[in-house]
């Protein structure tokens, strides 16, 4: 009986346990009847430990710059009358000295950086510093020292300034592998937003391998991480407190967070400090070619399986691949044991090789792979490559029955007339002008301009409009879908497009 008594008891401790248990780890449905407790996702219970430990290494960046006129007046200029923007310049040019324009003033700026060797080795972004006059790097603790610059790189923005600490103990923070860090990973930024030094923000990865098109270089870390104006140059970092990206650039119509920022990957920054530190300045591996992006309609037209790579669409003259190692027309599928996934690789891959080092390029040419040997030079830092020239010169006058219409384009043989009307450069060798292009044809589409010339169709040349009528019936009796086209400039400079011919 006295069992029985306490039968119910127990039934209701049994309960009362097993709701403890569903509150204190609640569960989520998932589809297909999986469940994931509730707690995996709220994140780190707290990253106060984490912040402690860090916040001490990371810096905030003031410079100051010399900018305006010289000392000399100069006079009001002179506006339109009922000119609208009148009473901007009068407002303007009141507060000068007799009327004159503004003399020279010192400008403050402010940014992030952080502490990667305890001598006095700290790192920021070269836009945080570009042009600065003087640089200090303030402390948490409030203290401030005078920095000098030993190197930048304004094709990655990052800069390396250098302190002496004195009495100062530093706490240096350790790189972590970029490369493993996934999307959803959570973050933690700490910087001086708005001049508000020593504040700490957290959020996750939001994806990897950006392209915001600011250099040659963007494999940007996007993070939903709150970074204002000022964290430029400060850490991102894992939760094991390592750096895995330098914020450097958000994406914002009001100036402030709104939740899209981008952060350099650790992997990249670390070639370039090293370099900054040893050398002052950075030394890349440099191929010598000018390269394309594989389309669709590129991979089908030269029997590629997959559109991969970077599209070879001119060697430079004394370059490093200048002895007919690498082609116009092949497409650089891996560069030193690396896969080039697509053509934004490359100029990375190639950039991160040391100078003079002989490495393996595997290359598609004539409908398979191939491995050359290519030693690397060194890209200049003031070293630019030719950009294609445009325009619409007047073409010679020519009878109806040499020319021929393919495409939307009229097309001539290249002869000395033509060249000296379209101002084609003598180092384009045969091939056949475009005199024409038709608004809305398909050659227009692909942005094939008049006063271009074909030098090749499906990797083969071309010399007259017939041999260009003939490539294009012969890809069509193999079934291809795209002619490729090689075009000339007319300064010689070589460019790919492909013209749907089914």
Do not use: C
């Amino acid at each position: 009986m006295a069992f029985d008594s306490l039968a119910p008891k127990l039934s209701r401790l049994v309960r009362a346990a097993t709701l403890s248990l569903a509150v204190a780890v609640p569960v989520l449905a998932m589809p297909g009847g999986l469940t994931v407790p509730a707690r995996a996702q709220t994140g780190p219970a707290s990253v106060a430990d984490l912040s402690e430990r860090l916040i001490d290494s990371v810096v905030n960046i003031s410079t100051s710059q010399t900018v305006g006129g010289d000392d000399e007046n100069v006079p009001r200029p002179q506006l339109p009358d009922g000119s609208p923007f009148q009473e901007f310049f009068d407002e303007f040019f009141e507060n000068q000295p007799n009327g004159s324009s503004p003399r020279s003033r010192q400008v403050q700026s402010l940014g992030s950086g952080f502490v990667i060797d305890a001598s006095g080795i700290i790192v920021t972004n070269n836009h945080v510093i570009a042009d600065a006059d003087e640089v200090s790097v303030n402390f948490n603790d409030g203290t401030k020292i005078d920095a000098e610059i030993i190197g930048r790189d304004p094709k990655t923005d990052i800069a390396v300034l250098r302190i002496d600490p004195g009495d100062k103990e530093l706490k240096p923070v350790p790189f972590g592998d970029s490369e493993a860090i996934r999307v959803g990973d959570w973050v933690l930024a700490i910087g001086n937003p708005f001049g508000l030094g020593g504040t700490v923000t957290i959020g996750i990865v939001s994806a990897i391998g950006r392209d915001i098109h600011s250099g040659p270089y963007d494999n940007f870390i996007q993070t939903d991480a709150a970074i204002n104006r000022g964290n430029s140059g400060g850490p991102l970092f894992n939760m094991d407190g390592e750096v895995v990206g330098i914020n450097t650039a958000i994406i914002s119509p009001s100036g402030g967070s709104i939740g899209i920022g981008f952060s350099i990957p650790a992997d990249l920054a670390k070639g370039v400090i090293d370099q900054l530190i040893e050398y002052g300045e950075t030394r890349r591996g440099w191929l010598g070619v000018r390269i394309q992006a594989v389309t669709d309609e590129i991979a089908e037209s030269l029997g590629m399986d997959e559109a991969t790579g970077a599209l070879v669409a001119g060697v430079v003259k004394g370059g490093p691949v200048d002895d007919g190692s690498i082609e116009p027309g092949d497409v650089i599928v891996e560069f030193d044991g690396r896969k080039v996934e697509d053509m934004r690789d490359l100029p990375r891959i190639v950039a991160d090789s040391p100078v003079g080092k002989e490495v393996d390029v595997v290359v598609y040419r004539n409908g398979g792979r191939r491995t050359v040997k290519v030693t690397l030079g060194r890209l200049e830092d003031g070293e630019q490559l030719a950009m294609a020239e445009s325009g619409d010169n007047g073409a010679a006058p020519l009878d109806e029955s040499e020319t021929m219409e393919l495409f939307g384009m009229k097309l001539v043989e290249l002869d000395e007339a033509q060249r000296e009307a379209f101002g084609i450069d003598e180092s384009v060798g045969d091939g056949v002008v475009i005199l024409e292009v038709t608004p809305g044809s398909a050659a227009a589409e692909k942005g094939i301009q008049p006063g271009e010339v074909i030098v090749e169709i499906a990797q083969e040349t071309v010399s007259s409009p017939q041999d260009v009528a003939e490539a294009i019936e012969d890809l069509r009796e193999e079934n291809r879908r795209n002619a490729l086209l090689m075009l000339a400039s007319k300064s010689g400079e070589l460019r790919f497009a492909t013209i749907r011919i089914d």
